[in-house]
């Protein structure tokens, strides 16, 4: 046992320490706790430059772990002042629409987000309840660096001192959401294949793959096809979500998204929450039954989604003929 192990505490502060002196005193570094979703906090540093209303926001909790050394830390630090350098906002953005409703509506957007996870937060925010799961309301930043990558959750205060009721806010919000972020429907081969392709630049050139005659898609098979080999059957699957990939589980509800796929098709579909980013459709004649799949989403939760990430273990069922959304007990 390492009787000189840093704790969390200490590991935070030795982590400003270095971030104040490589920035220097134009500059502001304090950690604070951020309250995410699902109830879920994190310790996160900001670092703000005098006079400038933008700050970014670096969360440290999981670089921390019981024998980090002070050498691994400064580097940690390094890294994220290096980032800092990329992100930074030069200049002042203005926010004065903010406070005037006519300039927001067009801007405001739903997610889902998990309800019982989430209780004491609905209980601050507009939203509208969807069996287990709740559309909640976020204003959607437009402006450059941002266009549409960063986002504000709105309160009952926002929508008080706009003087707007929570149903015509909810009812802006959901008819913006297919317009600002409209839905996109891969399957999963063709998603995977784009994730195994950009891990290609990391272990292979082009030049080394021509000289084996294969191509980088050539390439991108042969990994997904060693990635299943040890599987019995494939079920095929298709992911659901927005073209920017930020809160796009909600896609789900578009009108007539499903109805098309499912035309498409030819039968109902299960849906298999996967994050609140996105959601897998599965063909009905695909799998066995809901808690086949139901197996399959709470391991993805478990194993390949951050806590915070979550959206629900449940599974929902699409059924084409009625145009509706069933949640399997």
């Known amino acids: 046992m390492n009787d000189k192990s840093i704790n969390f505490k200490s590991f935070t502060q030795i982590m400003l320490s270095y971030l104040k002196e490589r920035l220097g005193e134009n500059y502001t570094v304090f950690a604070h706790n951020v309250k995410k979703n699902n109830g879920i906090e994190l310790t996160g540093i900001v670092i703000s430059r005098t006079g400038c209303n933008t700050s970014p926001t670096f969360y440290i909790d999981n670089i921390y772990h019981k024998d980090i050394t002070e050498e691994e830390i400064k580097k940690e630090a390094e890294r994220i002042y290096e980032q800092f350098q990329k992100a930074e906002v030069k200049e002042d953005l203005d926010f004065s629409d903010f406070l005037d409703y006519q300039k927001v509506k067009e801007k405001v957007a739903v997610k889902l987000i998990n309800a019982k996870k989430n209780k004491e937060l609905l209980a601050e925010i507009p939203h509208k309840l969807f069996y287990d799961l709740a559309l909640v309301v976020y204003y959607s930043v437009q402006e450059v660096p941002f266009e549409g990558k960063a986002s504000v959750l709105i309160y009952h205060t926002h929508r008080k ?125 695909a799998a066995s039954g809901g808690e086949e799949l139901r197996e399959i989403v709470t391991d993805i939760n478990r194993t390949q989604v951050a806590e915070e990430e979550v959206l629900a273990d449940s599974v929902y069922y699409y059924n084409k003929i009625t145009d509706d959304i069933l949640l399997l007990s």
């Open 161 to 285: 001192q706009w003087g707007i009721d929570e149903e015509e806010l909810l009812k802006d919000a959901i008819g913006n959401t297919p317009r600002l972020f409209p839905g996109k429907i891969e399957s999963m081969d063709h998603v995977m294949k784009q994730i195994f392709s950009a891990e290609l630049g990391k272990n292979y050139n082009n030049e080394e793959l021509c000289k084996l005659g294969i191509s980088e898609e050539e390439w991108a098979d042969i990994l997904m096809l060693s990635g299943r080999k040890n599987s019995k059957r494939t079920i095929p699957m298709y992911v659901l979500s927005n073209r920017q990939k930020l809160y796009g589980a909600v896609c789900m509800l578009y009108p007539d998204l499903l109805k098309n796929f499912a035309e498409k098709i030819g039968q109902d579909c299960y849906i298999l929450p996967s994050s609140i980013h996105e959601v897998i459709l599965v063909p009905a004649n």
